[in-house]
């Protein structure tokens, strides 16, 4: 480390020093009225070295405890939620030897989509101190994109400060003040905070009872520390006084039976006693569970919610691609979604949509970790994924790596269906897989009717209409016919590995100016399918080019390009306009 002492030898520079001294006590003391917002709070990282530099060693105030991400990658992050959006003014790290030499600090409303507050090159380790800051934020996160040693990135501490008073700490219920049914306190493995943890009977129905009291009503983050040492998911439902609140909800396997992680879920309490259940849903049981940790979400003495600055013309850029990661590396000259992922980065869109089949070919967590990660993993903050056919091939359940690997941002609505606002549009991600399902054609009617937004777009994987070798595929006809009834305007999808666009029609296949525009986008990475059979309304064909779409839209329209791996332009819509 470089030395940070400088010695001053004439009179002019010690009174600069006495000068700069006096500086420092006052912006101190100007300081002083800010309160440590993160001690304790609710924190998540990108990786962990070993159990023991879990990433909640970061905030627990003690400077002997320490996070590490595993070693030897780029990017890693750890990510804070302070529980409510939050005023914040000062960020200070401390690093252990394994230092970043470059990173981020960003914060975000929703833990999905981030805004840089500082970027931070050619550091050297030690104390960084970071003061002067101005944002609202509900979660602060630092992104590590250049690592100062060939280790990982370690952090002693991580703290956040602000003018208001900090979110309610969480209250720790430990394994030994659980009610057990078919289960047993046991003390064989390492890394469990309190005296023991709970050992679940290897059958369906066993399960953990806590009695927990909240002080006052308000949403709250449920989270389980477990660890999981098999190679299968053990999914449990998370019942709030008998009411499920996350039905197999998955607890995916970590390291070893001495690697702990957490699974969270959120719910709204009423102020008294309250009883959370967590019950093995399958014969395997459930995971080995350390604790349960109840955090408040909200704080009344948080600040606002700041809004982005509108951008003239309601202007915004998204990149989208489905069929994405097969199992392969930038090693091999033949690996398409690291030359894809270096598209988006280009792109800087504000935000990334995916049509399904992510990663191939099971879609095992380890999978994503090990190839989505490597490349597309770089925006995952800015995804807004949708499940294809080969998250439900994962062997540890349909879906589960899936859903381990994304979270909260592929389930942000408790399901894998979701919707949200952008500008003057309304986006929904569908889940094809289960789209002749009645709750979630329930559920896309109600969401449709709801909306208020003057433009909509839908995306999932399966199409309705393809040129390709899978064909027009008829599961997604009722989602289409109740788009086309509350007027969208653009459909993007999957499935075939091609790129295909049709102009405007009706779930018939009959053109219609008043119909929606489909988009065939299959050609983020997976090896290329032929044309088989080309369909009516069909404008635009293109296979064996591997790309993404650079979709361009305003308050009122909507366009895109198809930018191939090469960096050149393959394909360019009209500009339309929405109904």
């Known amino acids: 480390m470089q030395s940070r002492k400088h010695v001053l030898t004439t009179a002019a520079a010690a009174a600069t020093?006495?000068?700069?001294?006096?500086?420092?006590?006052?912006?101190?003391?100007?300081?002083?009225?800010?309160?440590?917002?993160?001690?304790?709070?609710?924190?998540?990282?990108?990786?962990?070295?070993?159990?023991?530099?879990?990433?909640?060693?970061?905030?627990?105030?003690?400077?002997?405890?320490?996070?590490?991400?595993?070693?030897?990658?780029?990017?890693?992050?750890?990510?804070?939620?302070?529980?409510?959006?939050?005023?914040?003014?000062?960020?200070?790290?401390?690093?252990?030897?394994?230092?970043?030499?470059?990173?981020?600090?960003?914060?975000?409303?929703?833990?999905?989509?981030?805004?840089?507050?500082?970027?931070?090159?050619g550091e050297n380790g030690g104390t960084d101190d970071h003061t002067g800051l101005a944002a609202t934020a509900r979660y602060v996160r630092v992104y590590g994109t250049q690592r100062g040693t060939p280790y990982g990135y370690s952090l002693w501490e991580l703290e956040v400060y602000g003018p208001g008073s900090p979110p309610g700490p969480g209250t720790d219920y430990q394994a030994e003040d659980a009610a057990l049914s078919q289960a047993v306190v046991a003390v064989n493995h390492t890394g469990y905070t309190g005296s023991g943890f709970v050992d679940y009977?290897?059958?369906?129905?066993?399960?953990?009872?806590?009695?927990?009291?909240?002080?006052?009503?308000?949403?709250?983050?449920?989270?389980?520390?477990?660890?999981?040492?098999?190679?299968?998911?053990?999914?449990?439902?998370?019942?709030?006084?008998?009411?499920?609140?996350?039905?197999?909800?998955?607890?995916?396997?970590?390291?070893?039976?001495?690697?702990?992680?957490?699974?969270t879920v959120t719910t709204t309490l009423a102020a008294g006693t309250h009883t959370?259940?967590?019950?093995?849903?399958?014969?395997?049981?459930?995971?080995?569970?350390?604790?349960?940790t109840v955090t408040p979400t909200a704080s009344p003495t948080a600040g606002p919610t700041l809004s982005p600055s509108p951008t003239p013309g309601g202007a915004f850029t998204v990149a989208a691609a489905g069929d994405i990661a097969e199992q392969c590396t930038a090693s091999s000259s033949t690996c398409q979604h690291p030359k894809t992922a270096a598209l988006v980065t280009a792109m800087n869109p504000d935000f990334v949509l995916t049509m399904g089949d992510n990663q191939y070919d099971d879609a095992r967590l380890s999978d994503f970790q090990n190839y989505f990660d490597k490349t597309w993993g770089a925006f995952k903050s800015k995804i807004r994924p949708a499940p294809g056919n080969h998250e439900t091939y994962d062997p540890a359940g349909a879906m589960v790596g899936y859903q381990s690997y994304f979270g909260s941002i592929a389930y942000p609505q408790g399901k894998p269906y979701y919707s949200y606002d952008h500008g003057n549009w309304h986006f929904i991600a569908l889940d094809s897989n289960t789209l002749t399902a009645s709750a979630q054609l329930t559920w896309l009617q109600n969401d449709l009717a709801a909306t208020t937004k003057?433009?909509?777009?839908?995306?999932?994987?399966?199409?309705?209409?393809?040129?390709?070798?899978?064909?027009?595929?008829?599961?997604?006809?009722?989602?289409?016919?109740?788009?086309?009834?509350?007027?969208?305007?653009?459909?993007?999808?999957?499935?075939?590995?091609?790129?295909?666009?049709?102009?405007?029609?009706?779930?018939?296949?009959?053109?219609?100016?008043?119909?929606?525009?489909?988009?065939?986008?299959?050609?983020?990475?997976?090896?290329?399918?032929?044309?088989?059979?080309?369909?009516?309304?069909?404008?635009?064909?293109?296979?064996?080019?591997?790309?993404?779409?650079?979709?361009?839209?305003?308050?009122?329209?909507?366009?895109?390009?198809?930018?191939?791996?090469?960096?050149?332009?393959?394909?360019?819509?009209?500009?339309?306009?929405?109904?």
């Not at 009291?213 to 389980?224: C, D, E, F, M, S």
């Not at 959370?276 to 349960?292: E, F, Q, S």
């Not at 979709?551 to 332009?569: E, M, N, P, R």
Request: proline share 6%.
């Open 17 to 121: 020093a006495l000068l700069t001294a006096a500086t420092v006590v006052l912006a101190q003391r100007a300081e002083a009225a800010d309160v440590l917002l993160s001690r304790n709070r609710p924190v998540a990282a990108s990786s962990v070295e070993a159990s023991a530099y879990a990433p909640e060693k970061a905030v627990d105030g003690d400077t002997a405890t320490r996070w590490a991400s595993a070693e030897g990658s780029d990017p890693q992050w750890i990510r804070v939620d302070l529980g409510a959006a939050t005023p914040i003014t000062r960020i200070r790290l401390v690093w252990e030897a394994a230092y970043a030499s470059a990173y981020r600090l960003e914060t975000s409303a929703d833990a999905t989509t981030w805004t840089t507050l500082k970027a931070v090159t």
């Open 201 to 263: 009977t290897n059958v369906s129905g066993s399960r953990i009872e806590w009695t927990v009291t909240t002080a006052v009503a308000g949403p709250v983050a449920l989270t389980l520390r477990y660890a999981n040492g098999t190679t299968a998911n053990r999914p449990m439902d998370i019942a709030v006084d008998g009411a499920v609140v996350a039905a197999s909800a998955p607890f995916a396997p970590t390291a070893n039976w001495d690697t702990w992680t957490t699974y």
């Open 276 to 292: 959370v259940r967590a019950t093995a849903v399958a014969g395997t049981g459930g995971p080995n569970v350390d604790k349960l």
């Open 454 to 579: 003057g433009c909509i777009a839908a995306y999932w994987h399966h199409p309705l209409f393809s040129s390709g070798e899978h064909g027009n595929d008829p599961v997604s006809r009722q989602a289409w016919q109740l788009l086309y009834n509350a007027r969208a305007d653009l459909v993007l999808n999957g499935h075939d590995h091609h790129y295909e666009r049709f102009g405007p029609q009706n779930p018939s296949a009959a053109a219609d100016p008043n119909g929606i525009v489909e988009v065939l986008g299959g050609m983020g990475g997976a090896p290329p399918y032929s044309i088989d059979n080309v369909q009516p309304n069909s404008q635009k064909r293109l296979t064996g080019v591997f790309g993404v779409l650079k979709l361009s839209f305003t308050a009122g329209t909507f366009s895109w390009q198809l930018i191939g791996t090469d960096g050149t332009v393959k394909d360019t819509s009209p500009t339309y306009t929405c109904h």
